[in-house]
Every structure is written in C-alpha cells, then in structure tokens.
C-alpha cells in the first residue's frame, strides 16, 4: 500500500521518527495475528526510515474495523533526521495466517 500526506501524525522525538498509525481490517473476520509489518517513509526524492516492526502484539481488530497504533523507528535506522514531514511518501505491508495484505495507515 502507498499513500501521501500524513500530516502531523509523524513525528521526531528525540531523534526518533515517531508515526501514529490506523490500522485498518477490510477482511469480514476478526484479524489477531498480524505480523511482518514493513513500513518505509520517505519524500519523493529519499528515504527517511524504513523498518520491520515485527508483530502487533495483542493487536485484535474486528471486521471492517481499525486500531490506533504507534511505530517508533529508532534514531539508528533514521536515514534523515531533518526531513520535511509535512509532505511525506510511505509504503507498508504485513501478514495475516500466511497471506500479506497491506497495511492502511491514515
């Protein structure tokens, strides 16, 4: 999934990039097990971060339902800690029982 613009839901905190994050279940089932979660920022010139986040650990979204989450990419893996945040590119996915299915983050 890739989307544009997300505003103030992205953030350093010393020196972490920190992104608020709804992730959203477009399935008609109760989703729990939700893994590999991949997102990249960027602008549409460079990266800004990109990581592996693992799994959402007691993340349970219903059907047609969302959850608030948060990613926090260290200031290790932070390729531009002074980026313009206002105009931001991402792309993310993950996995759900062994099918990948993107990851909506608004």
Same mark, same amino acid.
Request: proline letters at 1%.
């Given at each position: 999934?890739? =989307?544009r613009?997300?505003? *103030? ?5 010393? =020196?972490?990039?920190?992104? *608020? ?12 097990? /939700? ?7 960027? #602008?549409? #010139?460079?990266? /800004?971060?990109?990581?592996?986040? =693992? ?5 349970? /979204?219903s ?6 989450? #948060?990613? #926090? ?13 206002? *105009? ?6 993950? *996995? ?11």
């Amino acid at each position: 999934r890739e =989307g544009r613009d997300m505003g *103030k839901n992205v953030y350093y905190d010393n =020196g972490n990039l920190v992104m *608020k994050a709804y992730v959203h279940n477009g399935l008609d089932y109760q989703v729990s097990d /939700i893994g590999n979660v991949f997102i990249r920022l960027g #602008t549409d #010139t460079e990266v /800004i971060s990109e990581a592996y986040f =693992g799994e959402l650990n007691n993340a349970v /979204i219903s059907p047609k339902s969302y959850v608030e989450w #948060t990613f #926090t990419f260290d200031k290790s893996i932070v390729e531009k800690s002074d980026a313009d945040l206002s *105009k931001l590119y991402w792309e993310s996915s993950c *996995k759900h029982s062994n099918n990948e299915y993107y990851l909506v983050v608004k």
